[in-house]
């Protein structure tokens, strides 16, 4: 287990996507750029968190599943990422960051960012992340 600080939906594009692939190859290029764009609006979106909630950048660890979409994106995420100025690091280096140290109260049924989980121990009030676009969310329907 890992504290996640870049969480994100990708598993929601990743449903979406997977019924594109191979059927309508337009609806997948669609989804794939999509996915793109929202992805960065995370990463900035959790940027400028960070820097509210521990008052500087650190080392991010980023949550991605093993799905299609990532496969397919992934050297253009892997590109977003090294634009915006990061290098990758093993969990363990990024670890010895004093942030992942800071006291984390969380207890309850919802996995998100340990940047949410930093502010709400802090008492901050709370900032929701960049939702996923509402046509994507409708061709979600739920899932499987």
Request: hydrophobic fraction near 40%; avoid cysteine.
């Amino acid at each position: 287990m890992a504290p996640v600080t870049f969480d994100n939906s990708d598993w929601m594009f990743s449903w979406v996507y997977a019924k594109a692939v191979g059927s309508d190859a337009g609806m997948a290029a669609r989804v794939k750029a999509e996915y793109l764009r929202y992805m960065e609006s995370v990463i900035v979106f959790f940027e400028e968190r960070t820097r509210e909630v521990v008052g500087r950048d650190i080392p991010q660890v980023l949550l991605l599943h093993t799905n299609a979409i990532n496969a397919d994106a992934m050297g253009d995420l892997m590109a977003m990422l090294r634009r915006r100025g990061y290098r990758f690091v093993s969990l363990g280096e990024a670890l010895k960051d004093p942030a992942y140290r800071l006291p984390e109260e969380y207890a309850g049924t919802g996995g998100f960012s340990w940047i949410h989980r930093w502010s709400k121990t802090k008492g901050m009030a709370g900032k929701g992340e960049p939702g996923e676009p509402e046509w994507i969310v409708k061709a979600f329907g739920g899932g499987q």
